[in-house]
Nanobody
C-alpha cells in the first residue's frame, strides 16, 4: 500500500504562486508513477502533471511553462510548483500514485485563484 498526503493549497491572487507537496509512505524509487490531478466543480478530474520513478515528466498543455513537478527521494515527496496562476486553475488538487499495478489517491488540497 501507499499513503499519500497532500498539502500546500490555499487562496492566491491571479499571477501568484503556490507549491503543493505530496508526501508518500514509500520510497519514490519504488513507485512507478506519481501524478497531480485536479477537479474543478462540475468538471471531470484531469491530469496536471506526472513524474515516473526514472524522473520522466509530462504536463497538461494548459500548465506547460507555468507548473513544474519534481521529486525529493530523501523526503519521499513530490512537489508541484505552480507559477503564474490563473482563476481557471482553481480546483481540488489530488496526488495519485501507481504502485505494484494498483492506484492510490490522496485526500486532495484546495487551490483557489482569485481574479
Amino acid at each position: 500500500q501507499v499513503q499519500l498526503v497532500e498539502s500546500g493549497g490555499g487562496l492566491v491572487q491571479a499571477g501568484g504562486s503556490l507549491r503543493l507537496s505530496c508526501a508518500a509512505s514509500r520510497s519514490l524509487v519504488a513507485i512507478d508513477n506519481i501524478g497531480w490531478y485536479r477537479q474543478a466543480p462540475g468538471k471531470q478530474r484531469e491530469l496536471v502533471a506526472a513524474i515516473t520513478s526514472a524522473g520522466s515528466t509530462n504536463y497538461a498543455d494548459s500548465v506547460k511553462g507555468r507548473f513544474t513537478i519534481s521529486g525529493d527521494n530523501a523526503k519521499n515527496t513530490v512537489y508541484l510548483q505552480m507559477n503564474s496562476l490563473k482563476p481557471e486553475d482553481t480546483a481540488v488538487y489530488y496526488c495519485k500514485a501507481r504502485y505494484q499495478l494498483r492506484i492510490y489517491w490522496g485526500q486532495g488540497t484546495q487551490v483557489t485563484v482569485s481574479s
